[in-house]
T-cell receptor, first 115, second 114 residues
Framework: GENVEQHPSTLSVQEGDSAVIKCTYS??????FPWYKQELGKGPQLIID?????GEKKDQRIAVTLNKTAKHFSLHITETQPEDSAVYFC??????????????FGKGTKLSVIP | SAVISQKPSRDICQRGTSLTIQCQVD?????MFWYRQQPGQSLTLIAT?????????ESGFVIDKFPISRPNLTFSTLTVSNMSPEDSSIYLC???????????FGQGTRLTVV
């Protein structure tokens, strides 16, 4: 099955600086890579995603890059704000045949933005 | 988009008892997923619940411990049976995520077993 590695496990940045979280995956058949933000006491929420036919995607202060050859993808947050503090999860999706599919999550990165 | 209501949001239970968690979706969906998130950890898939068929369990999870019902296309329940302190976790239901579509999550049920 798929294996997703995520680094770092914790990350502290000063407000206004950039934050980068990196993930690698093992299954070359995976073709959809979402990023989720989980705030305390809440379920994960999608913040950005990328498909395997795209190398980079940007949405305001958030960007994701994908290198299919190397099987790694990264989340970039610029001009960080205290409200960006949360746990971030990367994920990869693989299809098991007969229409079934499964998300495999990384272990998460706890991001702290220091005012 | 999908809105998922999950309840209870939290509970404290005695060991040896069972708790049933409910998940209601505001639209009809074929597949619903149940995850466990142990303290400070990532999400681990417990099972996939399809309406009209038996749930499919992932390695390490069995039906006797985590029975699932899926009576219709908008509702599912997960029961945590014969609980022990090791079952203390957040349990989340989810829909979507297939064919490059967004996966939506309930707010989770924070279970503490004492």
């Amino acid at each position: 099955g798929e294996n997703v590695e995520q680094h770092p496990s914790t990350l502290s940045v000063q407000e206004g600086d950039s934050a980068v979280i990196k993930c690698t995956y093992s299954d070359s058949a995976s073709n959809y890579f979402p990023w989720y933000k989980q705030e305390l006491g809440k379920g994960p929420q999608l913040i950005i995603d990328i498909r395997s036919n795209v190398g980079e995607k940007k949405d305001q202060r958030i960007a994701v890059t994908l290198n299919k050859t190397a099987k790694h993808f990264s989340l970039h947050i610029t001009e960080t704000q205290p409200e960006d503090s949360a746990v971030y999860f990367c994920a990869a999706i693989q299809y098991s045949g007969a229409g079934s599919y499964q998300l495999t999550f990384g272990k998460g990165t706890k991001l702290s933005v220091i005012p | 988009s999908a809105v998922i209501s999950q309840k209870p949001s939290r509970d404290i239970c005695q060991r040896g008892t069972s708790l049933t968690i409910q998940c209601q979706v505001d639209s009809q969906v074929t597949m619903m997923f149940w995850y466990r998130q142990q303290p400070g950890q990532s999400l681990t898939l417990i099972a996939t619940a399809n309406q009209g068929s038996e749930a499919t369990y992932e390695s390490g999870f069995v039906i006797d411990k985590f029975p699932i019902s899926r009576p219709n296309l908008t509702f599912s329940t997960l029961t945590v049976s014969n609980m022990s302190p090791e079952d203390s976790s957040i349990y989340l239901c989810s829909v979507g995520g297939g064919a490059g579509r967004e996966a939506f999550f309930g707010q989770g049920t924070r279970l503490t077993v004492v």
